[in-house]
């Protein structure tokens, strides 16, 4: 499957963009906030999830891999689609949404549209421990980053050398040694 795609933005239309690799288009649905930051005929880096709904394939893009892991979580829950669940995942932070979690704070959601108080309350129940969990991978992840970025490497770089490291090694240490070998300067 699709889990990233890095290429020129060949069309921006309301909720996706086109983007160009090897000379395919890909059709990636985004967030507003996503949209608003990039411009036709840029390069972009996305994480993707790929699914099927209503029997057509589709992709829903994200320039951080946190968001993605956000998104998969929430589409995962009954009664939340991939629409739903990229307009949640966008709306903040990872530390605002699991805050709002918390203090079950129905208004941080009331304004996304499609959402009622009984599916809020469901997303709530849901998440609340698996999005506890993914904090914590996420700033192990982010030590990594930044330790590879310390180390001369781009923030570019670093996160390409990280997505080839299996998964199965979770010490930011020997992610990084992994990396290192990866990039060709273990």
């Known amino acids: 499957m699709i889990n990233f795609i890095s290429g020129k933005v060949l069309l921006k239309e309301d909720n996706y963009v086109l983007v160009e690799r090897g000379g395919i288009g890909f059709k990636v649905f985004l967030d507003e906030r996503t949209l608003e930051k990039i411009k036709k005929g840029e390069k972009i880096n996305l994480f993707c999830y790929f699914c099927i709904r209503n029997e057509h394939p ?8 946190e968001k993605l892991k956000v998104f998969k979580m929430l589409e995962k829950i009954p009664g939340v689609g991939p629409q739903i669940a990229i307009k949640i995942a966008s709306k903040g932070s990872l530390d605002e949404l699991l805050k709002a979690i918390k203090e079950k704070n129905f208004s941080y959601f009331q304004e996304i549209k499609g959402l009622g108080k009984k599916k809020i309350q469901k997303i709530i129940l849901e998440i609340s421990g698996d999005l506890e969990k993914t904090q914590i991978k ?4 982010d030590k990594t980053l930044k330790g590879l970025i310390s180390l001369g490497f781009s923030q570019r770089e670093a996160k390409e050398a990280l997505l080839q490291v299996p998964s199965d090694i979770k010490e930011p ?8 070998k990866i990039l060709g300067r273990g």
Not at 58 to 65: C, N, P, Q, S
Not at 138 to 141: N, R
């Open 58 to 65: 589709e992709l829903y893009g994200f320039l951080e891999r």
């Open 138 to 141: 996420i700033q192990k992840e």
């Open 173 to 180: 240490e020997e992610r990084i040694k992994k990396a290192l």
